[in-house]
T-cell receptor, first 113, second 108 residues
């Protein structure tokens, strides 16, 4: 597609359930990033994929969070046993090379009740 | 360590007034700095990057290495400039590090 696509756009889940968030980057973009946007906290970096290399997971807030990227394209962010503090907007971005300007998706608003 | 500081959470100005959104950074070497903007109900998008030295929607930003600043300026604010603005620079993990953002409100 022409832009970065994220699904679902909104997700309401019960505390303790697992959720999967999907990101489809711009075709040909080798770098893919996940961020979490919370009110008053700005953008918190979660994880970064460069091509088919193993990702840097050091930004993930806990071991309940994991992400994968299949075939160097689509990525899935999984949050297990969701907690209320996981409620936020999860943003995905891609770029043609690391550290350069990003193109962001419209995000997934996650609400844990 | 790389860090971006945006000291103002909220900046409110009247239409036609000059506006300056502050950004200070901590970085070893010569950074490439960015400003991103998020209008209401829209996705975050790149506004400008210092390396291109361009003016977008009347906004400019000059990198001041002595003061380690990259303030965003516009001489005459418009109501449609109301948005969240984020300053960013490259991190050590191949990512971009963002400031916490400044909400600009331009009143009629």
């Amino acid at each position: 597609g022409a832009g970065v696509s994220q699904s679902p756009s909104n997700k309401v889940t019960e505390k303790g359930k697992d959720v999967e968030l999907r990101c489809d980057p711009i075709s040909g973009h080798t770098a893919l990033y996940w961020y979490r946007q919370s009110l008053g906290q700005g953008l918190e970096f979660l994880i970064y994929f460069q091509g088919n290399s193993a990702p840097d997971k050091s930004g993930l807030p806990s071991d309940r969070f994991s992400a994968e990227r299949t075939g160097g394209s689509v990525s899935t962010l999984t949050i297990q046993r969701t907690q209320q503090e996981d409620s936020a907007v999860y943003l995905c971005a891609s770029s043609s090379q690391s550290g350069s300007g990003y193109t962001f998706g419209s995000g997934t608003r996650l609400t844990v009740v | 360590a790389q860090r971006v500081t945006q000291p103002e959470k909220l900046l409110s100005v009247f239409k036609g007034a000059p506006v300056e959104l502050k950004c200070n950074y901590s970085y070893s070497g010569s950074p490439e700095l960015f400003w991103y903007v998020q209008y209401s109900r829209q996705r975050l998008q790149l506004l400008l990057r210092h390396i291109s030295r361009e003016s977008i929607k009347g906004f400019t930003a000059d990198l001041n290495k002595g003061e380690t600043s990259f303030h965003l300026k516009k001489p005459f604010a418009q109501e449609e400039d109301s948005a969240m603005y984020y300053c960013a620079l490259p991190g050590s993990q191949g990512n971009l590090i963002f400031g916490k953002g400044t909400k600009l409100s331009v009143k009629p």
